[in-house]
């Protein structure tokens, strides 16, 4: 098809949705590692991954069988609302960089969670109102799953009960009242409200908290709550299945005028927007149908795939979680508070995890100020806000763009671009009063994180 013909925005027609999730684990021939329980080292059966999660979303979690799982048709509905999400041509980007290269970006922010977090939100809601459930505990970083997961509580009538990470509590005070808006109950994490909270609170006086920390008290709280389960927004084989919407919306825009990606690039905070815009395509490379090159791209002061360690790592700071196979820091890293709360993860999807280490996947680190940089010019040029999580895969995008430049390739670009920043305006702040610092932890930091991991004799 002719260059001239593909709009600035691919949208699909309602009939062209898809209807089902895509299962990558079941076309890969290594599988990612299973879960163990943290207390017995075995893997963990559905009976216990039950207690913790809905019973529907701990069959997803094992289930690396089958490919394709039905998307409940309550589920379809809400997609529609506010789906599917467009596929931009940055054509005034690609003209403003003078490359030869064809940029798109894959926009998840145009709902009121403003972040691709709705697509598994509304999934995991789905599942717990089937059970009978009261409602669920969870914790969040920047904000956007918890105001995600709001919204999805408040859509199925559930009660949900948010875990704030203190530092995103304190410095947006306006992500805290949406989700107050839509009924859900916010804490700032550490808290007192928990035993693991006070233990934390004790060990570490002033701690700014940590994604880490604030899962282990939604984990605790729900434990204690009758009718309640515990849900989490990234880093699960469900949620990277659920945002599979993602890559499969990409791939079928994509197809619609014939194109080929050679580059697919994502932020990877928890794996899973980067996993789920990815499925599709590494499910072609790994049958060996098709080629691509994949990029993850993570804060350099939060530098799980390319300075972490490929081993067993409880999923949480208070070690209550079972244990994922993934690259990780160590759950003890506690990472400076660095402006993209969403990536701010010791540890990684282990889906990912086996990708990367199969060497399917490239990892790249890049720092706050070059990310800003890169959301600025993004913002002036494609009217876009970026999210700072999402400006890393900007930054990267950027670069390779300008590769092209210099070697006169017409490569195809496809990146995730995760959301909107309009809550994190403390940190254009920062950028724009020129005070924003790029904090890079030493090796002697890191090892502090690794002295962290399990001893296991496996
Ligand atoms: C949470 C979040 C991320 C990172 O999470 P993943 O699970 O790695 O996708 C990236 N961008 C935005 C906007 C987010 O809210």
Redesign the pocket.
């Known amino acids: 098809m002719s260059e001239k013909t593909i709009p600035y925005k691919i949208y699909l027609e309602e009939h062209e949705m898809p209807k089902q999730w895509y299962n990558l684990r079941a076309d890969m021939k290594n599988k990612p590692g299973v879960l163990l329980n943290p207390e017995t080292l075995q893997p963990m059966t559905l009976e216990e991954l039950s207690e913790v999660f809905c019973t529907e979303l701990a069959k997803q979690e094992l289930d690396d069988t089958n490919a394709y799982i039905d998307i409940p048709e309550d589920i379809l509905k809400f997609y529609k609302m506010y789906r599917p999400a467009p596929l931009v041509r940055a054509y005034c980007l690609e003209e403003k960089l003078q490359t030869p290269a064809k940029i798109y970006y894959k926009f998840?922010?145009n709902n009121t969670s403003?972040?691709?977090?709705l697509n598994s939100a509304i999934a995991q809601a789905y599942y717990a109102k089937q059970q009978g459930l009261k409602g669920v505990t969870t914790e969040t970083?920047?904000g956007?799953?918890g105001t995600a997961l709001s919204m999805a509580c408040a859509y199925f009538d559930l009660d949900c009960k948010v875990y704030m990470v203190k530092v995103s509590y304190e410095q947006k005070p306006f992500r805290r009242e949406v989700m107050r808006t839509y009924g859900a109950s916010v804490t700032p994490s550490p808290s007192e409200t928990t035993e693991v909270g006070r233990k934390i609170l004790a060990e570490h006086p002033g701690t700014s908290g940590s994604l880490g920390c604030a899962i282990s008290e939604a984990v605790e709280t729900a434990g204690k709550l009758d009718g309640y389960r515990y849900v989490l927004?990234?880093?699960l084989n469900q949620?990277m299945l659920h945002?599979s919407i993602i890559g499969l919306e990409t791939k079928a825009a994509l197809d619609k005028y014939g194109i080929t990606p050679d580059i697919i690039i994502?932020?990877?905070?928890?794996?899973?927007?980067?996993g789920g815009l990815i499925a599709p395509f590494m499910g072609e490379k790994i049958r060996g149908e098709k080629d691509y090159h994949f990029i993850a791209v993570e804060p350099a002061s939060c530098p799980s795939f390319t300075r972490g360690k490929y081993a067993y790592d409880y999923c949480d700071t208070g070690k209550v979680c079972p244990l994922s196979k993934m690259y990780t820091l160590g759950s003890g890293f506690i990472p400076s508070s660095s402006h993209s709360g969403?990536?701010r993860y010791h540890g990684m999807?282990s889906t990912l995890s086996q990708l990367y280490d199969d060497g399917l996947m490239e990892a790249r680190s890049v720092e706050q100020t070059s990310v800003f940089e890169a959301a600025r010019e993004f913002a002036r040029i494609e009217g876009i806000l970026p999210?700072p999580?999402?400006s890393h895969a900007i930054c990267v995008a950027i670069d390779e763009a300008m590769k092209c430049k210099e070697t006169g390739e017409e490569k195809t670009i496809v990146f995730g671009l995760?959301?909107t920043g309009y809550f994190d305006m403390v940190a254009y702040e920062k950028f724009n009063n020129g005070e924003m610092s790029d904090y890079i932890p030493t090796d002697e930091e890191l090892q502090r994180g690794f002295d962290s991991l399990p001893k296991l004799d496996l």
């Open positions: 998840e922010g403003g972040s691709h977090k970083g920047a956007q799953w927004g990234s880093v949620v945002q994502g932020c990877a905070g928890g794996g899973s927007n980067l969403g990536l999807s999210a999580e999402s995760t959301g």
